[in-house]
């Protein structure tokens, strides 16, 4: 069997091969993307003799904006309000802490165990106020000036026996939340204690501090209390969303500042005044005069708090900022671009 003669490629035709390109889909024309090499700075090389070609930018070309008049005039306005805002947020929250019961209870106590000499009085009546124990009946303090500070006997007694030292506590505690509720209308003939006494004076002093402290204040003041701190909070962010960089840090911090200065300043001349104005001999003057000075710590405390955290914000923003600003106007030098 003869095989047939081969055929040159170079004679086959068009016809004779399968065209493979027909099985592939149609791809469309790709526009011509414009040439903007020329937009574009040439990328920086590093040689021997230095860079060659357009440095990375600088931090001044990444630096904020100045404020703008509006935006600057907003920050102080804004600033101004937060310090007597808070100044008064200080104020309300230093008066709220001295009237709650936690602290107006204890100095109560103290107030009026100097007023009426309550451990004398349960030592006399001890026989008395046992026998009223043993009864098993109500445990009444004659001759004592407030009303409604009976005990119970299980108040009076441990183990059974009658203890003057809880029947003193028992009495005592009593009666300071009468004060603590009512004033020095708790006391018999309350209403005509100190009338038309001057705040300056002795009487009118005590009884200033036992009608300051009471529930009624307490809650008044916590009506005040939130408001106010609401007000402070949303002063700040509208301050800190007013200004820029780091100097909106710093001049919140300076506003704590401030506002921390005139209750700082208020408690440290009262208790100034308390010591130079109180006079020398008088028991029970002495012991209010030191309960008032006792309460001058709260907004001593929360001023020295909030300068603190003043301070804590202010130095720290202000460092920064004069690091980037210093770095900002820092001219480019030849070891920045020489290799």
């Not at 949303?234 to 200004?243: I, Q, R």
Request: proline residues 7%; glycine residues 8%; aromatic residues 6%.
């Amino acid at each position: 069997m003869t095989r047939p003669p081969a055929r040159d490629p170079r004679e086959a035709s068009g016809d004779d091969f399968h065209d493979a390109s027909s099985n592939l889909p149609d791809v469309p024309d790709v526009p011509d993307v414009p040439d903007s090499s020329d937009k574009l700075p040439p990328a920086p090389v590093a040689t021997d003799q230095g860079m060659i070609g357009t440095p990375p930018p600088l931090f001044e070309d990444f630096d904020e904006p100045p404020l703008s008049g509006i935006r600057r005039a907003a920050v102080w306005f804004l600033g101004v309000f937060l310090v007597g805002a808070l100044a008064l947020w200080l104020g309300v929250l230093s008066a709220h802490q001295a009237t709650s019961e936690a602290v107006a209870l204890p100095a109560l106590e103290r107030g009026v165990a100097a007023l009426t000499d309550l451990g004398a009085m349960v030592d006399a009546q001890a026989e008395s106020l046992a026998a009223q124990a043993a009864s098993g009946s109500t445990v009444s303090l004659a001759g004592f000036p407030l009303r409604d500070v009976d005990a119970s006997t299980a108040d009076v007694t441990s183990s059974g026996e009658f203890d003057a030292a809880l029947a003193h506590d028992a009495f005592l505690a009593r009666a300071a939340q009468r004060v603590y509720m009512r004033g020095t209308a708790a006391f018999e003939g309350g209403d005509e204690i100190a009338a038309g006494a001057s705040i300056f004076s002795a009487a009118g002093s005590i009884k200033t501090v036992l009608e300051t402290l009471s529930s009624d204040n307490h809650g008044a003041l916590t009506v005040w209390l939130w408001p106010v701190g609401a007000t402070c909070l949303v002063l700040v962010a509208l301050m800190l969303a007013a200004g820029n960089g780091f100097g909106r840090f710093f001049a919140l911090g300076v506003t704590l500042l401030l506002a921390s200065l005139p209750v700082l300043l208020s408690a440290l001349a009262l208790r100034f005044a308390l010591s130079v104005a109180a006079p020398e001999g008088d028991r029970v003057v002495e012991e209010f005069v030191a309960i008032a000075r006792q309460l001058t710590a709260l907004p001593l405390r929360n001023a020295l708090w909030t300068a603190g955290a003043g301070l804590a914000i202010a130095v720290p923003a202000a460092i920064l900022d004069a690091v980037f600003e210093r770095s900002v106007k820092r001219p480019p030098s030849e070891d920045r671009v020489a290799i």
